[in-house]
Nanobody, 122 residues
Framework: QVQLVESGGGLVQAGGSLRLSCAGS????????MGWFRQPPGKEREFVAA????????YYADSVKGRFTISRDNAKNTVFLEMNSLKPEDTAVYYC???????????????WGKGTLVTVSS
């Protein structure tokens, strides 16, 4: 059974930082692109960041570029999202995803995590 389990969400003040983690099990983690998506309250889910399985290329949404950093540790089947200079508009449920071409459309998402809530207060 495949599981993607996110952790690290919480409440933070604007300008603060958080580090999200996503631990995978039951999948060929090292041969999948990994990514983060988010769903703000009342809005659709949107792409945040992705990292490829081949060369570790990284891709970011314009709204987080320069503030967020995605990384992966294949030995621990874990992908991370370091979030700095957080803004109230970053408030959302953050989801981990595994698949291919996560940064472009059409994307192929094989698995989703259940999400972790990030709340940024002003």
């Amino acid at each position: 059974q495949v599981q993607l389990v996110e952790s690290g969400g919480g409440l933070v003040q604007a300008g603060g930082s958080l580090r999200l983690s996503c631990a995978g099990s039951g999948l060929s983690f090292s041969s999948k692109d990994m990514g983060w998506f988010r769903q703000p309250p009342g809005k659709e889910r949107e792409f945040v960041a992705a990292i490829t399985w081949t060369y570790g290329n990284t891709y970011y949404a314009d709204s987080v570029k320069g503030r967020f950093t995605i990384s992966r540790d294949n030995a621990k089947n874990t992908v991370f999202l370091e979030m700095n200079s957080l803004k109230p508009e970053d408030t959302a449920v953050y989801y981990c995803a595994a698949g291919y071409n996560l940064h472009i459309r059409p994307r192929s998402v094989d698995y989703w995590g259940k999400g972790t809530l990030v709340t940024v207060s002003s």
